[in-house]
Structure formats: structure tokens, C-alpha cells
């Protein structure tokens, strides 16, 4: 199975900051990788899709980069809702199996 | 836009059956895989299985073939039963469409949109 490693766990950083989260894999995955978001309470948000490709309707300070084992989430300027926690996810196509990195949780300085 | 809405059992005894639905608002089950997600504190966020809109399934081999996955496309539904369940069962299930695309020769996927969650609690 694909192990998906996030760096670092936590961070806390201020509004206004950027910041980029590191997503790893232990094996290749070419560009097969999403973003979330999550706050509490509520349900995983799409942020970005195939590495790179930003979801409909998320706002273009969020990037996505990489692509065979190392990916990046960046978010050019943090604003006060962004102060959550996000996933890189993979979906491996066969043997069908979809595994996720266990988190980096952003929070306020 | 689409949606998906999701119910289901809020207690469940330990050894008996969780059972979820999922019922797809905006867009028709054709075409698309559906899938399940269980998000508990001890281990994150974990696939449970997928099923296709002709019946056709995949599952997470660590369930130890506990689940099993149905569609009613009169409905515009799906379900998840989850049989045996034990403490560790206790989570956040969501459904969610599986969404995919071809790049450079390769499939890439996503999980969107998302059910609001149904938080389970297994416990006698």
C-alpha cells in the first residue's frame, strides 16, 4: 500500500503569512494526488485535484505543486478561514485503494 | 450542483450491523463510482470501498470483508452495511463521488462532493 507521510503535523503561523504543506509518498503516483480542507464539524472540501488544478471555485491563493513522490499545498496569504486542517489523498487505480496522509493542522500564531 | 445527503443509525451494538445511505441530489448515479470514508481519531481518514452505478465494487481488504456496498439507482442512492462491528467502528462516515481524469496518460482522482458526515458510536 502507498503511505502518504504530511509535514509538519501542526504549524502555526500568522494572517497574512505564507505557508506550504509537504505531502510524500512511498511510491510514484505521477500527478494522482488531491488536496482538502476540513474545519470542524464539517465534511473534507476539495481544494485541489491531479496536483496541480485548482477546484471550482477555491480561490487562487491556494496552489498545489509536484509530482511523482513530493507535493507541496501552498497558501499565498493566509486569511483567518484558512485556519484548518488539510489532507493529501491518493487513489491508486489498481488494486483499487484510496489512502490518505494523516493531516497538517494550521493554526493561528 | 450536486449533493449528497447521508443517514443512518447514530448507535449501533457491538456485533451488529451499521447500516448508511446516501442519497445523490443534482446529478444521476451513472458514470460515476460512489464511495465511503470513515474518519475516527486513531486513524485518520480511511477508504472503506467504492461501487460502481452497474453494481460493480472495490473494498479496503482491512475490513475483512465486514463491508458490503448497494446501489438503487430508482432511488439515486447507496448504501453501506458494515457487519461485526466492534468499538473500533466508531467514527464520522461520509460518502462521496469519486471524480477522475486522464493526464499525460494516467488516471488521477478525487473525492468530491462529500456527504455532511454521519458520526457513528458503537456501544452497547
Known amino acids: 500500500d502507498i503511505v502518504m507521510t504530511q509535514s509538519p503535523a501542526t504549524l502555526s503561523v500568522s494572517p497574512g503569512e505564507r505557508v506550504t504543506l509537504s505531502c510524500r509518498t512511498s511510491q510514484t503516483i505521477g500527478s494522482n494526488l488531491a488536496w482538502y480542507q476540513q474545519k470542524p464539524g464539517q465534511a473534507p472540501r476539495l481544494l485541489i485535484y491531479g496536483a496541480s488544478s485548482r477546484a471550482t471555485g477555491v480561490p487562487a491563493r491556494f496552489s498545489g505543486s509536484g509530482s511523482g513522490t513530493d507535493f507541496a499545498l501552498t497558501i499565498s496569504s493566509l486569511r483567518t478561514e484558512d485556519f484548518a486542517v488539510y489532507y493529501c489523498h491518493q487513489y491508486n487505480n489498481w488494486p483499487r485503494l484510496a489512502t490518505f496522509g494523516q493531516g497538517t493542522k494550521l493554526e493561528i500564531k | 450542483q450536486v449533493q449528497l445527503q447521508q443517514w443512518g443509525a447514530g448507535v449501533v451494538k457491538p456485533s451488529e450491523t451499521l447500516s448508511l445511505t446516501c442519497v445523490v441530489y443534482g446529478a444521476s448515479l451513472s458514470g460515476n463510482y460512489w464511495t465511503w470514508v470513515r474518519q475516527s481519531p486513531g486513524k485518520g481518514l480511511e477508504w472503506i470501498g467504492e461501487?460502481?452505478?452497474?453494481?460493480?465494487?472495490n473494498y479496503n481488504s482491512s475490513l475483512k470483508s465486514r463491508a458490503t456496498l448497494s446501489i438503487d439507482t430508482s432511488k439515486n442512492q447507496f448504501s453501506l452495511n458494515l457487519t461485526s462491528v466492534t468499538a473500533a467502528d466508531t467514527a464520522v462516515y461520509f460518502c462521496?463521488?469519486?471524480?477522475?481524469?486522464?493526464?499525460?496518460?494516467?488516471?488521477?482522482?478525487?473525492?468530491?462532493?462529500w456527504g455532511q458526515g454521519t458520526p457513528v458510536t458503537v456501544s452497547s
Open positions: 462521496a463521488r469519486v471524480s477522475f481524469e486522464t493526464s499525460g496518460g494516467r488516471l488521477n482522482f478525487w473525492f468530491d462532493p
Open positions: 461501487i460502481k452505478h452497474s453494481g460493480g465494487t
